[in-house]
């Protein structure tokens, strides 16, 4: 439904002057602007009443309160850990931030592909002691090779585009195959959103198949019921020996005991996570101590960069505008989504 009065958006995420000014320059909207809250916050009382649109990493504490609001729009892609919040019953529609992150959790990818292909860890112990080594799994190249997706939303999809862009392979593997996204947002020029990059695609039952046959497993998934410890010994004992296993999505998507084991009895070459079991991982984990496991702590998302602000607004700016015309929302998070997690 078109809405014709002044609608106050109040926004917690920080932005530069340009976006903010993009924003404030729709018609129809006032704009008020709140500093980011990492983890609990509330929302001050004189916004409680007459606020119809929040932008926010984090719902307020007391959101129950705003009994005005009418569009929620979340800075995260991840969404897991809100249901206890009550936002899957809410009346009015939620979306949450996929496409923001795509570029710069892809670009993690093809870094932590060309590191462990490379062995970087290796080169930079020998550099740290002086010695002058040129050996040959120091020369490998990712040409040729094959990226295992499994799940092709917008990271997935932006991690196939780069990869092709090396000269790699792409198989991927879904639930149900791969489609267009065409309610999804994207940066322009990234990913695939016409789902034609893939060389072969995988479905449920053939997981098998699409693993025997990778030399990277790529996590691009949420975290649901479904996926939650999908990866356990099983999985990993059907990769090559020589693969690798990247998981930028959720740390218990894999099953930490098989991950461990996977690791030191060389089911799999090595890995990278940018996710993790605890945060922050204990100093007495160890997934520490392997010399081919590359961590990092949940940075992937680069959601501290200087593109970050610029990016989002521009996505709240469409969302928004598409809100107040009545049209249909970009990345709305439905009931099946929220049932599954």
């Not at 090396?166 to 999804?184: E, I, L, S």
Request: glycine letters at 10%.
């Amino acid at each position: 439904m078109q809405m014709t009065s002044m609608n106050q958006l109040v926004c917690e995420i920080p932005f530069d002057e340009t976006a903010r000014q993009k924003l404030a320059s729709l018609p129809g909207l006032k704009l008020q602007m709140l500093p980011l809250h990492e983890r609990r916050w509330d929302m001050p009382d004189e916004w409680l009443l007459g606020t119809d649109i929040l932008a926010c990493k984090f719902p307020p504490g007391n959101l129950e309160k705003m009994t005005d609001l009418k569009f929620l729009q979340l800075a995260t892609v991840g969404y897991e850990h809100l249901r206890d919040v009550g936002l899957a019953t809410k009346p009015f529609p939620i979306c949450n931030a996929r496409g923001i992150f795509d570029t710069a959790i892809a670009e993690w990818n093809l870094a932590m592909m060309v590191n462990l292909t490379r062995d970087l860890r290796g080169m930079i112990r020998d550099q740290e002691t002086g010695r002058w080594e040129r050996a040959e799994h120091y020369q490998q190249e990712l040409r040729g090779r094959v990226a295992g997706l499994w799940g092709y939303g917008g990271i997935g999809r932006e991690t196939a585009r780069l990869a092709k862009a090396f000269g790699m392979g792409v198989h991927v593997m879904t639930r149900t195959g791969v489609k267009p996204r065409p309610d999804a947002y994207a940066l322009p020029g990234t990913a695939d959103p016409e789902g034609v990059l893939p060389d072969r695609v995988f479905v449920t039952g053939q997981e098998g198949d699409f693993l025997a046959g990778l030399d990277f497993l790529i996590l691009a998934l949420p975290r649901t019921r479904h996926s939650n410890g999908m990866i356990g010994e099983a999985q990993l004992q059907a990769l090559p020996r020589t693969a690798f296993v990247l998981n930028p999505a959720r740390g218990p998507i894999i099953q930490e005991a098989a991950l461990v084991r996977a690791l030191h009895e060389g089911w799999i070459a090595g890995a990278a996570l940018d996710t993790h079991f605890a945060y922050p991982l204990p100093a007495e984990h160890p997934l520490w101590g392997f010399p081919n496991v590359i961590l990092t702590p949940h940075i992937a998302g680069a959601d501290h960069s200087r593109e970050f602000p610029g990016r989002f607004a521009g996505l709240l700016a469409e969302n928004v505008s598409r809100f107040l015309g009545g049209q249909r929302l970009l990345n709305q998070i439905t009931r099946e989504e929220w049932d599954e997690v």
